[in-house]
């Protein structure tokens, strides 16, 4: 076997070959998973990449260097797991309409407590003494309080309208408050959790309900934590609201670490809430918060795109005024590729996303440009016809558009650092350069410089067809100018 190369196979361990392989974390990090070296002749077995993923991102959260020796880290992680997962309380009519984190809205007993916390906190104890597969029947013997509101808060505003997201010191008492602020109740968390969870469809495992009941609980420590925790964002308000997405980014989470042969269930949910935390701490503030999607589209996103490719760049903005781009980059940034690619394509993306070695919300940018650049034919059409619903069809079948031609996965990441860097240096010729190289190479210069053609004849006919006066609106606007000259003299006199 080449030294340079480890791969998974039947009569070699994983584990054993990094840790014999690679000294320290960062030795792992760089030449294991950035070189390319882990991915040289096979795929890793989800157990391999739960121990991997356990490696890269757990280390952090001890008081460790990033130098620090492998296997001393991996042993001190494992006993720095003596808490438990808080039990998913049982929702009864005193703490249905309850926030998550808060005082229970019910009325004192009497004696200066409070009847709906005793109640909830009797239910944790109770809970505890529950089978897994107690606790998942649990879900469906809930009390019918009326017919379930799939979107338990009414939105007050359109989730991609920029005029609708408060501006800090411009807002007024008169202005309508943003629905983004309004705190889900317990009763509605937990509805909307166990609704997407029944639907959740990366593998059949999550149709079990020990499964189900465990991913629950999961999800219900992670919101704990995301409605006390103030220090995601220090800049922006953001929105602690459970929202569809979070339970298909711990799916694939759990998948990874829960079947790990060493940990026991206690262990194994402490350590996928950890990663799960760690990853979400970057992804919500970004990609879950209106305002924050917004802001990274228009100066991130269209900044970035524009010194990569103009040809992108005037194809999306420039010649497209009649949908917004947020349409599908809201589920490509959401749920980091999930539904975009294949799913042993997407785990060796987010082997990359876990390292942290590039801040995320740059690194996705560079990751949806080199995408975006991997299917340029079909977004610069040479078809006359094509319309923008065609592009984002395209565009929100990512799987189906690419094919056969889907760059290798390593080759995508590196490509992205490579345009993290050059971005962080301001070196933008060379970030054109390395995504034009890249074009020319996939379709031959030939047909790069007939697509450079056929979108600047297009943006100039545009332009023309915009510079044309209508007759009728002419007419109009001479008779609107009369009947304000005539008003004019007759206030004179």
């Not at 047909?447 to 510079?467: G, P, T, V, W, Y």
Request: hydrophobic fraction near 35%; charged fraction near 25%.
């Amino acid at each position: 076997m080449n030294n340079n190369n480890i791969s998974n196979t039947d009569n070699i361990n994983f584990r054993e070959l990094a840790l014999t392989k690679y000294g320290t974390i960062q030795q792992l990090i760089q030449q294991g998973i950035w070189r390319g070296e882990f991915y040289s002749k096979g795929q890793l077995t989800r157990n391999d990449r739960g121990w991997l993923w356990k490696t890269i991102v757990l280390h952090s959260d001890l008081d460790c260097g990033p130098d620090n020796n492998i296997k001393n880290n991996n042993d001190n992680n494992d006993n720095n797991n003596d808490s438990n997962l808080l039990p998913v309380p049982i929702v009864t009519d005193d703490n249905a309409d309850s926030p998550l984190v808060g005082e229970p809205t019910s009325k004192n007993n009497g004696n200066g407590n409070n009847d709906s916390s005793n109640r909830t906190h009797n239910n944790h104890n109770d809970d505890n003494n529950k089978s897994n597969n107690d606790k998942a029947n649990d879900t469906g013997k809930k009390l019918n309080r009326g017919i379930r509101r799939l979107t338990p808060i009414q939105t007050l505003s359109h989730p991609l309208n920029k005029n609708s997201i408060n501006e800090g010191n411009n807002a007024t008492k008169n202005t309508v408050v943003d629905d983004e602020s309004i705190s889900m109740s317990l009763s509605d968390t937990l509805d909307i959790i166990d609704l997407d969870l029944s639907r959740l469809l990366l593998d059949p495992i999550f149709q079990e309900n020990k499964v189900h009941a465990q991913m629950r609980q999961i999800l219900y420590n992670y919101m704990i934590i995301l409605q006390k925790n103030e220090e995601l964002n220090t800049t922006i308000k953001i929105n602690r609201n459970y929202q569809q997405g979070f339970h298909e980014i711990l799916g694939l989470i759990y998948l990874q670490l829960y079947q790990t042969s060493e940990d026991d269930d206690r262990i194994a949910m402490m350590n996928i809430l950890k990663v799960y935390t760690k990853l979400m701490k970057q992804v919500v503030p970004n990609f879950y918060t209106r305002s924050s999607l917004i802001s990274w589209e228009t100066e991130k996103f269209q900044p970035i795109l524009e010194k990569c490719s103009t040809l992108l760049y005037d194809k999306l903005y420039i010649q497209n005024d009649e949908f917004s781009n947020l349409i599908w980059l809201l589920r490509w940034t959401r749920l980091l590729f999930i539904r975009e690619l294949p799913m042993d394509y997407v785990v060796i993306i987010w082997d990359h996303i876990l390292t942290f070695q590039y801040p995320l919300d740059i690194f996705m940018v560079c990751l949806i440009i080199t995408l975006l650049l991997n299917i340029f034919e079909d977004i610069i059409d040479e078809d006359e016809d094509a319309d923008n619903d065609e592009l984002i069809e395209k565009l929100l079948h990512y799987k189906k558009t690419s094919g056969v031609k889907l760059i290798d996965c390593v080759e995508l990441c590196k490509i992205a650092g490579n345009l993290c860097e050059l971005w962080s240096y301001e070196n933008y010729e060379d970030m054109m350069c390395i995504c034009d190289t890249f074009v020319k190479v996939r379709v031959g210069e030939e047909k790069f410089n007939r697509l450079n053609e056929i979108l600047k004849d297009k943006a100039a006919r545009k332009n023309a067809n915009s510079n044309v006066v209508d007759p009728n609106r002419k007419r109009l606007e001479e008779k609107l100018k009369n009947r304000v000259k005539r008003l004019t003299i007759n206030f004179k006199r």
